[in-house]
């Protein structure tokens, strides 16, 4: 057990030693290959450079991989490949099967999300593009109002909104404004509600936010929404395809669609917690003349009109039919069972951590996000005890917390985790090693 697995941690860190960068040999400059390796070749050499890799498949990573079961991901790996060549870019006009199974999916999310019948969607390539597009879509609908505001803009959103919105504010010219959150972690909507002005495009709420795993309070939003006329976009890439089961399986998660009025829009990642093959996520829109303007149109070019609802121009057509065969396989019942296992699961972790002495959760979660720290021990040398016995480690510092988006890689290794965090809470108090907030962020 200690053998394999502790020769490869002591190699990790041997390598990032001599590294000095961090997990990637980012300064290697290669020759162009002369060609002609053959596939066996390719192969191995891959696994060797994957060797490097954190033990995802045992619940070692706390965020990038999302899983249900065995049988789940081999559906979508097939369908995926069935479609390899395709591309989504062409899925009216030339692949009328992906186009098919694409319009299916988003009637699916639709459907779940309760959608009036006004209502439409758009596949993208993940939960940032989600939300660029109805950033873009928000504003292009408040500059459009009679005498509006055309520059100066601003984003009212929780202090725990997605650093995509940041992304979206950067590449569109906007400002962002942060509100403080309440204890429970959940956005301050009275708060909140003070920054907006009459250059607001758009406020924001999650269901759930990234940093702690809670919904902001989006009744409370929505009737703000309603209030200042103003576009309310629900950033539910983590939740929005897995929450309407939570909520059937009886769990107490309160409202997050459309059937809160004051939200015109809301991103939901197919590839979080619909666990379907990455690059897939959906952005619904109440009206689709919202949709309308998520697009881009350009026509200057002598190639005439260029019109896509994405972001992206080719898209892997692979992403699409293996969204659809996912939800298709699993349907109602498949992630209601999902979401009874996660929510039993971290339920567990919960009572687990909470038991130990000096272990805090920062905040109860809704899904399975968790979030915890201490006022008595030094959560960065944790962390770093952490990565020493194998587990890669994400700090929050807001309060500064051991973070992990648990899916259900992570049901298994539970007793091994709370062990280990036991150990290193222990090793802490006398350790000189420590993980800063730099080295384990949410990075690429
Ligand atoms: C709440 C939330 N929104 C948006 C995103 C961005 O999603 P993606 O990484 O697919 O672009 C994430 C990613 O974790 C997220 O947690």
């Given at each position: 057990?200690?053998s394999?697995?502790?020769?490869k941690?002591?190699?990790?860190r041997y390598?990032?030693?001599?590294?000095?960068?961090g997990m990637?040999?980012?300064?290697?400059?290669?020759?162009?290959?002369?060609?002609?390796v053959?596939?066996?070749?390719?192969?191995?050499?891959?696994?060797?450079?994957?060797?490097?890799?954190?033990?995802w498949r045992d619940?070692r990573?706390?965020?990038f991989?999302?899983?249900?079961?065995?049988?789940?991901?081999?559906?979508?790996?097939?369908?995926?490949?069935?479609?390899?060549n395709?591309?989504g870019?062409g899925?009216?006009?030339a692949?009328?099967?992906?186009?098919?199974m694409?319009?299916?999916?988003l009637?699916?999310?639709?459907d779940?999300l309760?959608?009036?019948?006004?209502?439409s969607?758009v596949?993208?390539?993940?939960?940032?593009?989600?939300i660029?597009l109805?950033v873009?879509?928000?504003?292009d609908?408040?500059?459009?109002?009679?005498?509006a505001?055309?520059?100066?803009?601003?984003?009212?959103?929780p202090d725990?909104?997605?650093?995509?919105f940041d992304?979206?504010?950067?590449?569109?010219?906007?400002?962002?404004r942060r509100?403080?959150?309440?204890?429970?972690?959940r956005?301050?909507?009275?708060?909140?509600?003070e920054l907006?002005?009459a250059?607001?495009?758009?406020?924001v709420g999650?269901?759930p936010c990234y940093p702690?795993g809670v919904?902001?309070?989006?009744?409370e939003?929505?009737?703000?929404?309603?209030?200042?006329?103003?576009?309310l976009?629900v950033?539910a890439?983590v939740?929005?395809?897995?929450?309407?089961?939570?909520?059937?399986?009886?769990?107490?998660?309160?409202?997050?669609?459309?059937?809160l009025?004051?939200?015109?829009?809301?991103s939901a990642?197919l590839?979080?917690?619909?666990?379907?093959?990455?690059?897939?996520?959906?952005?619904?829109?109440?009206?689709?003349?919202?949709?309308?303007r998520?697009?881009?149109?350009?026509?200057?070019w002598?190639s005439?009109?260029f019109r896509?609802?994405t972001?992206?121009?080719?898209r892997?057509a692979?992403?699409?039919?293996?969204?659809?065969?996912v939800?298709n396989h699993l349907?109602t019942s498949?992630?209601?069972?999902?979401?009874?296992?996660l929510?039993?699961m971290t339920d567990?972790?919960?009572?687990?951590?909470?038991?130990?002495?000096?272990?805090?959760?920062?905040?109860?979660p809704?899904?399975?996000?968790?979030?915890f720290?201490?006022?008595?021990?030094?959560?960065?040398k944790v962390?770093?005890?952490?990565?020493e016995?194998?587990?890669?480690?994400?700090l929050?510092r807001?309060?500064?917390?051991l973070h992990?988006m648990?899916?259900l890689?992570?049901e298994e290794?539970?007793e091994?985790y709370i062990?280990d965090?036991k150990?290193?809470?222990?090793?802490?108090?006398?350790?000189?090693k420590?993980?800063?907030?730099?080295?384990?962020?949410?990075?690429?």
């Amino acid at each position: 057990m200690i053998s394999h697995f502790c020769c490869k941690v002591s190699f990790l860190r041997y390598h990032f030693f001599k590294m000095g960068i961090g997990m990637t040999d980012d300064k290697v400059r290669v020759s162009f290959p002369a060609g002609g390796v053959s596939w066996s070749v390719l192969k191995e050499t891959m696994a060797e450079y994957s060797s490097l890799d954190i033990e995802w498949r045992d619940g070692r990573s706390p965020l990038f991989v999302f899983k249900n079961d065995a049988e789940t991901e081999e559906i979508g790996r097939k369908a995926f490949f069935e479609y390899f060549n395709e591309n989504g870019l062409g899925g009216s006009r030339a692949f009328h099967g992906i186009g098919r199974m694409e319009r299916e999916v988003l009637a699916f999310g639709l459907d779940l999300l309760q959608a009036p019948k006004s209502g439409s969607g758009v596949f993208t390539t993940g939960g940032s593009e989600s939300i660029l597009l109805a950033v873009k879509a928000a504003r292009d609908a408040f500059r459009s109002k009679p005498n509006a505001p055309q520059h100066g803009l601003n984003i009212v959103m929780p202090d725990t909104a997605h650093a995509a919105f940041d992304k979206a504010s950067q590449l569109m010219d906007l400002d962002i404004r942060r509100a403080p959150l309440r204890h429970d972690k959940r956005v301050d909507p009275v708060a909140l509600g003070e920054l907006i002005d009459a250059r607001t495009i758009l406020i924001v709420g999650s269901a759930p936010c990234y940093p702690h795993g809670v919904i902001d309070p989006l009744e409370e939003l929505s009737d703000l929404a309603l209030t200042h006329d103003l576009w309310l976009h629900v950033d539910a890439c983590v939740g929005g395809w897995i929450l309407p089961f939570f909520k059937m399986n009886g769990r107490d998660v309160g409202s997050f669609d459309f059937s809160l009025p004051g939200i015109r829009s809301i991103s939901a990642d197919l590839h979080k917690f619909g666990f379907c093959p990455k690059p897939a996520s959906t952005v619904f829109f109440r009206n689709s003349e919202d949709q309308e303007r998520a697009k881009f149109v350009a026509d200057a070019w002598p190639s005439g009109i260029f019109r896509t609802a994405t972001l992206a121009g080719t898209r892997p057509a692979g992403a699409v039919a293996g969204a659809w065969a996912v939800l298709n396989h699993l349907g109602t019942s498949g992630y209601r069972r999902a979401a009874d296992r996660l929510a039993k699961m971290t339920d567990s972790y919960v009572h687990d951590i909470e038991a130990i002495d000096g272990m805090t959760m920062w905040a109860k979660p809704d899904l399975s996000l968790i979030n915890f720290g201490s006022e008595t021990h030094d959560m960065n040398k944790v962390a770093a005890e952490m990565m020493e016995r194998g587990w890669l480690t994400t700090l929050t510092r807001r309060p500064v917390g051991l973070h992990i988006m648990m899916s259900l890689l992570h049901e298994e290794p539970r007793e091994r985790y709370i062990s280990d965090l036991k150990d290193s809470i222990r090793a802490s108090g006398s350790s000189t090693k420590t993980l800063t907030l730099q080295s384990t962020g949410y990075a690429d």
